[in-house]
């Protein structure tokens, strides 16, 4: 660190938080990155985060935000699964860190979601989040029984009934509802998976690409093929030429802004810098958990709330390279035209034994596939405005980001056009 401090390196602060209410979970999916992959922390942490764990974490919080003034901070509950937790303790977290936030930092605006499985969603515990403004979001395999066959609970049951009457009763609340993630299946159909999902009107789709690096590759990973590129531009080609805007997808809309010049809103591409903190239930502070599909205490810092501030973890060698952008990337992603954009992927996928997290992202050709496709049809929109060409939901999305881009970055469009080149010297595939 010290080296990178003399280069010029200036620490960014922490703007998300995900507290880990709970270690535990009533499913047992068969590939969840926290019970079946590398790292098995999990058994050694208690099964809950107390109250007098969580007021630790709130006065840390309070102290960050105020000495970086910042003007929002994010709270994730999450687990394990947080709703194992009695509706009337389930917004405790979130009241503590809003009322040392308060007291710390009271310019700074405290946002919260939880991430569910849906199962144990009900009128008692929807209405005690939605009272302390906590939105809810679900993770689900497809809008179909089919799709989830994989999230059972620990005798084997299916996991999808109880689920889907989460899910309807959520959409019953749109103000409490954040949205659904769904992982890449490629033994699905894409535009069924999608247009299933679409059954329980979600805001937002997240459409997650597996957890899965070089010593561990992804199913259906071959050199040569991009059987995720095809998948997702299945789903691209249905959401962009939409005649309604039916829900958002993040992937796609990210893309979008950062072929426009705009910063990433998400780690999973892009070269903003990392500011996720991970809080476990017995208060020691690790990095994003999806590292844990890496290897064994891959996210583990030795910190913890009792004896470390979250400026000591900006420090930490593991974080301060997933700040540094460009200068961590491997020297072919470093060059490439689309760094940008695709920021050499989400970092978990760089990871080869031996060899650690400066590798090009295990789906490096799929995430070239998918950028360049949707740089040209960005490129074909924005090239026939008029009625030659119907104006989709997702080409609203489009002028709504490019307006954006234009209020806040005044390289936006030449960015876009830079992006435009790009697709038309390498023309993408067809989705299959």
């Not at 922390?41 to 007098?52: E, I, L, V």
């Not at 919080?61 to 687990?79: F, K, S």
């Not at 561990?216 to 030429?241: C, I, K, Q, S």
């Not at 796609?252 to 991970?278: K, M, N, Q, R, S």
Request: hydrophobic share 45%; proline share 7%.
């Amino acid at each position: 660190m010290a080296a990178a401090r003399a280069a010029g390196h200036r620490p960014h602060p922490i703007r998300q938080f995900v507290l880990k209410t709970r270690s535990r979970c009533n499913l047992a999916c068969t590939y969840c990155y926290v019970y079946e992959m590398a790292d098995q922390g999990w058994r050694g942490q208690p099964p809950a985060m107390t109250a007098a764990t969580a007021a630790r974490a709130a006065g840390r919080i309070a102290e960050h935000a105020a000495a970086h003034a910042l003007p929002r901070v994010d709270l994730v509950l999450h687990g394990g699964e947080p709703l194992l937790t009695a509706p009337a303790a389930l917004a405790g977290p979130v009241e503590a860190v809003r009322a040392a936030v308060a007291r710390a930092a009271p310019r700074t605006r405290v946002t919260a979601t939880v991430q569910t499985n849906g199962t144990l969603l009900t009128r008692g515990r929807l209405a005690a989040l939605a009272a302390a403004g906590i939105r809810v979001g679900v993770s689900l395999d497809g809008g179909l029984p089919a799709h989830n066959t994989r999230r059972v609970d620990h005798a084997g049951r299916p996991g999808f009934g109880a689920a889907a009457r989460g899910l309807r009763l959520l959409a019953r609340h749109p103000d409490s509802y954040a949205g659904v993630l769904c992982v890449v299946d490629l033994g699905q159909d894409p535009v069924e998976t999608y247009e299933s999902l679409l059954a329980f009107d979600p805001p937002g789709i997240g459409l997650l690409l597996p957890l899965a690096n070089w010593s561990n590759p992804p199913p259906g990973h071959h050199p040569g093929l991009t059987p995720y590129a095809d998948w997702l531009l299945a789903v691209f080609e249905r959401w962009w030429h939409d005649g309604v805007r039916r829900t958002r997808i993040r992937l796609f809309e990210e893309i979008i802004a950062l072929l426009l010049g705009l910063p990433a809103a998400t780690e999973t591409l892009g070269l903003a810098p990392a500011a996720t903190a991970v809080i476990e239930t017995d208060g020691s502070i690790e990095q994003a958990d999806s590292l844990k599909s890496a290897y064994e205490g891959a996210a583990a810092t030795g910190m913890s709330l009792d004896t470390h501030s979250f400026d000591e973890l900006l420090d930490h060698p593991g974080l301060a390279a997933r700040q540094l952008g460009r200068d961590a990337l491997a020297a072919g992603c470093r060059a490439c035209e689309l760094v940008e954009v695709c920021g050499g992927g989400h970092y978990p996928h760089r990871y080869r034994a031996g060899e650690g997290f400066r590798q090009p992202s295990v789906y490096c050709a799929d995430l070239q596939v998918l950028i360049r496709h949707i740089a040209a049809a960005v490129h074909r929109a924005a090239q026939a405005p008029g009625a030659a060409v119907p104006v989709t939901a997702a080409r609203r999305t489009a002028q709504t980001v490019t307006e954006r881009a234009a209020q806040s970055a005044p390289s936006a469009q030449a960015a876009a056009r830079r992006a435009a080149r790009t697709a038309a010297a390498h023309p993408p595939a067809v989705a299959s």
